[in-house]
């Protein structure tokens, strides 16, 4: 059976300890030399970052998150030991773990760590599919003549320099397509290197659960266990065309997945489906005045953004959190697509105000999605509006005066609310 050992890389037949340097961290598979889909996914990125950049925080339980009525971004393992898990409230968490080191996010320090990622990962392969700041797809088909070695020992050698040279660890998932791929990285994390190969796939998955599946959120995972599905086995007794009936589109896919089966490609720079932006407040507030400040500068930002990109969206996404931690969404479509935050927060403003009074609220966020280029955006007038061409007009030139003088050069009023 192959074996590599991911401390020296050395290439062997099977043995439980490395002939070269004697060393226990091996991994072995039959197929091990013939996989190519590799999914990478950091241990506790933010959090690794942050006991990188400070010592004194190696063995202490480290959160990264935004104060005691915040969320949690992520976790440390030795958090995590203690029932710490990302999303969950703040106040939770620390009743969880009292002695936790709370850290606020530093997102750019975490962008330049994984654009260092990114960099040596393009040395190995370009067909790389970023799904955030700390993980991504590689696939390394045809690549073994280039390096003169298997894509499993140049994934070994990856974390093995992220480590080294960054101070970061990452665990690796290698299979035959995305979907396993995905599935083995978290397997054996951290520090994991596990490998799901095309003879065992059927064996493997039939026990496992389906919320394995990465993708399907809470409502499809309360409509598949209605119809009682909860594992792979209960999903292959459904033939394909029950599933699409019962679940559409989804049901398609799931057909697929339960075989093992996935056929989409690792795709680089993979379109962009949404622009969103939210915040979570340091108190529960009802305040009107606070709620529409905060509403106007997360449009503003989403509008940025999409300005950024070159981009423009059709439906416009009002998202906020009660605090009870219920979570109320709401979405409205245009008639075409907008890329200014003026229209942008006065559609977000007529979806909150349809909730009605229903807070106060600790949550509060606004998004673009079903994304298009620019140019499509903002080509038609309203006539029921007819100051919205102004309006546009002067965001325009503000846009042009922030370019040139910064970004609190000029501000709106209700954005000092």
Not at 139 to 144: I, K, R
Not at 145 to 168: C, D, N, Q, S, T
Not at 255 to 279: F, M, Q
Not at 288 to 317: N, Q, S
Request: net charge positive.
């Amino acid at each position: 059976m192959p074996a590599l050992c991911r401390d020296c890389l050395t290439e062997f037949d099977d043995a439980q300890r490395c002939p070269s340097c004697g060393r226990p961290r091996i991994v072995r598979h039959d197929e091990l030399w013939d996989l190519s889909i590799a999914h990478m996914d950091c241990d506790a990125f933010y959090a690794s970052v942050e006991k990188r950049e400070d010592p004194s925080l190696a063995d202490k339980p480290v959160i990264i998150g935004g104060g005691r009525r915040g969320v949690v971004s992520t976790a440390c393992y030795v958090a995590r030991i203690r029932g710490v898990r990302s999303a969950m409230p703040m106040f939770k968490a620390l009743d969880l773990c009292p002695d936790a080191v709370v850290l606020k996010p530093r997102m750019q320090l975490y962008a330049e760590v994984s654009r260092q990622i990114r960099a040596m990962m393009e040395e190995l392969t370009p067909a790389i599919e970023p799904l955030s700041l700390d993980e991504a797809f590689l696939d390394l088909t045809g690549t073994a003549r280039l390096h003169g070695h298997p894509p499993a020992v140049m994934m070994a050698r990856l974390v093995k320099r992220m480590r080294a040279e960054l101070g970061v660890s990452g665990s690796i998932g290698l299979s035959h397509n995305k979907f396993l791929a995905k599935i083995a990285s978290d397997l054996d994390k951290p520090h994991g290197f596990s490998v799901i190969g095309r003879a065992e796939t059927q064996d493997f998955l039939r026990p496992k659960p389906i919320r394995m599946i990465w993708g399907v959120g809470n409502a499809g995972q309360e409509s598949l266990d209605r119809a009682g599905i909860r594992t792979f086995e209960d999903l292959l007794r459904w033939d394909r065309e029950a599933l699409t009936a019962r679940f559409g589109s989804m049901g398609e896919r799931l057909w697929h997945l339960a075989r093992g089966e996935d056929h989409r490609r690792v795709t680089r720079d993979a379109p962009v489906k949404s622009i969103s932006n939210e915040t979570t407040f340091g108190e529960d507030t009802a305040d009107p005045e606070i709620l529409d400040g905060h509403l106007w500068r997360m449009c503003e930002k989403v509008a940025d953004r999409a300005k950024a990109k070159g981009l423009a969206g059709r439906v416009v996404t009002l998202k906020v959190r009660r605090s009870d931690f219920s979570i109320l969404t709401r979405r409205q479509s245009l008639r075409d697509a907008t890329q200014m935050a003026d229209r942008l927060y006065r559609t977000a403003r007529g979806l909150f105000d349809q909730l009605g009074n229903r807070g106060p609220y600790r949550l509060l966020g606004a998004g673009l999605s079903d994304l298009v280029p620019a140019d499509q955006a903002d080509r038609y007038g309203d006539l029921l509006d007819p100051q919205a061409q102004a309006r546009a007009e002067a965001e325009r030139a503000t846009d042009a005066i922030r370019r040139r003088f910064g970004e609190d050069a000029i501000l709106k009023g209700r954005a000092l609310r």
